[in-house]
């Protein structure tokens, strides 16, 4: 089963009947200090400048692409999928990342001309992107 990234760390998903299964009730119940904790990174957020979260975002979508590209073998189609959504971004709200804009659209096209040279190798995972 795949994990997913998180700042925590990586997050590997428990599975039940093809499902993603509930917690307990007993986790279901956030302390008091994790409350206090939720509400302060909401604040950190709401001061934040969306396009430092956004960029920040972006060099997530980023990562994912590399460490797919960088797999033995590597998995096409899960950073074809990565490729997208960091173009997608960058070409829907362009100028309005400001500063970080012209770095994102750089690393965009490292991440094309890697992709490229290992389609042109041939498949790496079996299937197409």
Request: with cysteine.
């Amino acid at each position: 089963m795949s994990t997913l990234w998180t700042p925590e760390g990586e997050y590997e998903p428990q599975r039940g009947n093809d499902a993603v299964s509930a917690p307990d009730e007993e986790q279901n119940e956030p302390t008091s200090e994790q409350l206090r904790e939720a509400e302060r990174i909401a604040d950190e957020l709401r001061r934040a400048d969306p396009a430092i979260v956004v960029a920040n975002h972006c060099y997530g979508l980023f990562e994912l692409a590399a460490v797919h590209l960088s797999g033995q073998p590597a998995n096409l189609a899960a950073a074809a999928m990565a490729i997208d959504a960091l173009a997608g971004i960058i070409d829907q709200l362009g100028e309005r990342l400001g500063e970080y804009r012209s770095e994102l659209s750089d690393a965009l096209g490292q991440l094309r001309l890697a992709y490229i040279q290992l389609s042109s190798i041939g498949p790496q995972d079996g299937g197409t992107p």
